[in-house]
């Protein structure tokens, strides 16, 4: 399925069933975590764009991640900020350098 088609299907689910697409859009990588970038500042998707960036990270995009991650914490929801900092620390285990 193509990247734009799963981020629409992801925008518009319930957030019950959401995270069904997460996988999905996460394995397009690097665009995927420039896609969902935008998102970061939505309370409605913010947490669901962390996930996606952690797990693209977590399949091959750990240093991209980290950096949108790092620069988007003093942006996100404050509900979502925990969600960063967990998100950050398990991807730092895969590229310590950062």
Same mark, same amino acid.
């Given at each position: 399925?193509? %990247?734009? =088609?799963? %981020?629409?299907? $992801?925008?518009?689910?319930?957030?019950?069933?959401?995270?069904?697409?997460?996988?999905?859009?996460?394995?397009?990588?690097?665009?995927?975590?420039?896609? =969902?970038?935008?998102?970061?500042? !939505?309370?409605?998707?913010? $947490?669901?764009? =962390?996930?996606?960036?952690?797990?693209?990270?977590?399949?091959?995009?750990?240093? %991209? $991640?980290?950096? =949108? %991650? &790092?620069?988007?914490? !003093? &942006?996100?929801?404050? $509900?979502? &900020?925990?969600?960063?900092?967990?998100?950050?620390?398990?991807?730092?285990?895969?590229?310590?350098?950062?």
């Amino acid at each position: 399925m193509q %990247l734009s =088609v799963l %981020l629409e299907e $992801a925008e518009t689910a319930s957030p019950m069933h959401r995270i069904e697409w997460r996988d999905r859009i996460a394995a397009h990588g690097a665009q995927a975590i420039e896609e =969902v970038r935008p998102w970061l500042r !939505s309370p409605a998707l913010a $947490a669901f764009a =962390v996930r996606v960036i952690e797990r693209a990270g977590v399949e091959g995009e750990p240093d %991209l $991640a980290i950096e =949108v %991650l &790092k620069s988007a914490r !003093s &942006k996100v929801p404050a $509900a979502v &900020k925990g969600d960063v900092d967990w998100a950050l620390r398990r991807l730092r285990v895969l590229a310590p350098g950062s």
